[in-house]
Structures are given as C-alpha cells and as structure tokens.
C-alpha cells in the first residue's frame, strides 16, 4: 500500500535535479512552479525545501543549495541528514522529471482521497446522516479532481514561443509516404480517425502503417475486428514485406472501454509510439446511452489517453455509404467524433479499384489534399502521382512510384 501513496527517493530525485539543473529546468520550459506543488511531497521537509526553492525563484535569488541550507536554517527547519539524502540523489532529465511530478500528483490524490474517505465514514458514524455526508464527499473529491488538474498545464504565450522548436521534434514519421504524405507524419499526443465504407481498405491501411513504423518505433495493435489466428494469417502472407515484427506489440482480447484504455496505458510503459486501434464500432460502454453518445463518449476517452501518454493512436470507424457519399465523411452514429480528433481522414474505393485518401481535418500541419492510391493482391501499397496509369505493369508502378511496403 505505501508504495502506491508515496516514494521518498522519487521526491529525492526531484529536488537534487531542481538543485544541480535548475536553469535547463527553466530554459526548457517545464512549468515546474504550476505543474509540482509543495502538496505533493510525502515528507514535510521535501516540501520545505520546494518550496523555499520557489520562493528564491520568485524573488530572482540563486536556487542552489547554500541559498536554500540558509533559508531553512532560518525558519528553525533544517534537516542536515534529509538534506544530504536528496543532494546523492539522481539527476533526471526533462522527461523523467515530467514523469515523476505526475506521479507524485498522482499518489498525493490517492492520499488526499483516503483521508476524505476516511472522514466522510466518520461523520457517518457519529451523526447518521448518510445524505448529507455522501453529498460533501462528492464535493470534497470534487475539489480534489480539481486540485489534480491543476494550472501546470498552463503556459504563456512566450513559453509557447519559445518551445516551438521542441515541439517540432515531437512529430512521429511513419515511414509510409501514404500518411506521411498527407499528415506529415503523426504528433504526439494526438488522435486520428480513419473512416471510410465497408471494404474501402481501412484496416489494411492503417495495419500497413503501424508495420512500416515498427523499424523505427514500438507500436500496437488492438484488434477488436480480428483475432490472432487472422492476424497471424496476415503476417504469413505478408512476411516478404518489411517490418519489425519484434517491435509490433498486439492485444485481441481488449472490447470494453475500461479494457482498451487500461491496455493503451500498458502499451505506453511498454514503450510504444504509435496505436491502431480497430475498431470503433466494436467498443462496448457501459450506461444507459444513446449510440451517439457511447460513441462519442469512446472517442473523447480515446482521445484524453493520446494526449496524456503522448502516443499517436489511429482509430479505424465504419462510415456509412450515406455519410461518406459525395466526398463526405462520416462516422456511425457520432457527428462529434470527426471534430474531436486532430486529424480526421476518409478512404473511398473508387470504380477503377484505386483507393483515395482525403483529408477531411487536419490540425497538424493544416494542409487539406488527396492522395491516390493502388493496393495490390500482394499487400503493397502504392502512392499514386499523376502521370500514373491504371495500365502500367507493377514494374512500371514500382520503378515510378516505388514499393512503400
């Protein structure tokens, strides 16, 4: 239990890198002061010496450890033992260090919610008014949620400025020109829809892609529409073509909401990149709900774990032949679902048997065009330009276009 509520050495780690790397801290950007608070340290004295950090900051002092010794020594709270468990403690590096102030918000929640849990059952006990004391717990752990939210995610627009360029080295590529192409690779942190009719070539698509990414990245699949037999079937067929089958992690047996968000949070301490999930329409929810309602509540829920793991997550949707019909695109039962996501792409068959692939919304680079494109018996997929003939010999297609499989 007490590791699930707090970890001295993590608290440890974070001070000695605010000590020994305090200006990259800042100069990177990293809200420190909004995102970690003195709250969230277990051991009292941590949050001394946070917040005596702070403080210098704020008054444009030194942050080091003979400017906060002398502080604490002041205000009669010194701990010379304490101070030198967190001076031999590791350094992190900005990820790490992002990562460890979220867990400690995480852990000091849980602890926040015990005592209110514990208090609610005591006032309980003592007046028997179960009403009322079940209606202050609901506030209580209201505010609580809010505390966790907190104003760490909030930044100025000089901050914004000034992170752009990190930003752009967040952009995951691919490796296949079909969505590179058009997308310009995948942000972290972001939710991409893939609708189209039934046997427009959705999955083999997105499946393609997720294959092509493993040379570079860990990536996932869930599969709600296939099981293993089916996909190892696939691989057989498709074993000519490259990918790193080491670095494609699968799950088939992932139908509730609670179950793929709870295996997309595996996914991402495993390490993975980049999420196809397949597909929407085979996502149960729990609740009396409207369809449009379930789906739209999957899609937001999907869509809060890409932002808060940092993983790009595709999300193959059925669209109906009604509301994909002259160019639009549309998913089953939601109107919401296409404007939650960053980017919102349709894929039509067309009569010649090519594929197009529109861009319907793009956040990421705002760019809005088609991309043609030729799927062959053998799996490859093939970007078409316009000097491209239906005719040509694969050949021809291979030595014009290229073979992006």
Same mark, same amino acid.
């Given at each position: ?119 609610? &059952? ?6 028997? !008014?179960?009403? @009322?004391?079940?209606? %202050?717990?609901?506030?209580?752990? /209201? =505010? ?125 301490? &495993? ?6 999930? !397949?597909?929407? @329409?085979?996502?149960? %929810?729990?609740?009396?709900?409207? /369809? =449009? ?113």
């Amino acid at each position: 239990m007490q590791e699930t509520l707090y970890d001295v050495s993590m608290e440890r780690s974070v001070l000695n890198t605010l000590f020994f790397d305090f200006e990259r801290v800042v100069d990177e950007h990293l809200d420190i002061f909004g995102s970690l608070r003195r709250e969230f340290f277990y051991l009292p004295f941590h949050g001394s010496m946070f917040q005596t950090i702070s403080d210098l900051f704020e008054i444009d002092k030194p942050v080091d450890e003979l400017m906060v010794r002398d502080h604490l020594v002041n205000k009669g709270i010194f701990d010379e033992t304490a101070m030198l468990m967190v001076l031999t403690s590791n350094v992190l590096s900005p990820t790490s260090l992002e990562s460890y102030i979220d867990t400690m918000r995480e852990r000091y929640v849980a602890r926040e919610t015990i005592v209110t849990l514990g208090q609610s &059952k005591s006032a309980i006990e003592e007046s028997g !008014d179960a009403i @009322g004391a079940l209606s %202050d717990l609901e506030q209580r752990l /209201e =505010t609580i949620h809010a505390f966790n939210a907190g104003d760490g995610r909030f930044k100025t627009a000089r901050q914004l400025l000034n992170s752009r360029d990190r930003l752009k080295d967040r952009r995951i590529a691919t490796n296949f020109p079909p969505i590179d192409s058009i997308l310009g690779g995948l942000d972290e942190g972001s939710l991409t829809i893939l609708t189209g009719e039934f046997e427009s070539g959705k999955t083999h698509l997105a499946y393609s892609m997720i294959e092509r990414a493993s040379f570079t990245y860990k990536v996932g699949l869930l599969s709600l529409e296939f099981g293993e037999e089916d996909y190892e079937e696939r691989l057989l067929q498709l074993s000519h073509l490259t990918m790193h089958q080491d670095n494609i992690i699968t799950n088939f047996d992932t139908f509730y909401i609670s179950e793929v968000m709870g295996a997309l949070y595996s996914l991402y301490h &495993k390490g993975v990149r980049v999420v196809v999930i !397949d597909s929407l @329409g085979k996502i149960f %929810d729990t609740g009396n709900k409207s /369809e =449009t309602e379930r789906v739209t509540d999957i899609v937001r829920k999907i869509d809060m774990v890409a932002r808060k793991t940092k993983m790009a997550i595709l999300l193959i949707a059925q669209g109906s032949k009604e509301e994909n019909r002259d160019g639009r695109a549309g998913i089953m039962y939601s109107v919401m679902a296409g404007h939650i996501a960053k980017n919102f792409l349709l894929i039509v068959k067309e009569k010649d048997g090519s594929r197009t692939l529109k861009t319907i919304k793009n956040k990421q680079v705002r760019r809005y065009f088609d991309q043609k494109l030729l799927f062959e018996e053998g799996g490859s997929i093939f970007k078409v330009g316009k000097e491209f003939s239906i005719a040509a010999s694969s050949k021809e297609k291979r030595d014009v276009f290229g073979d992006f499989n």
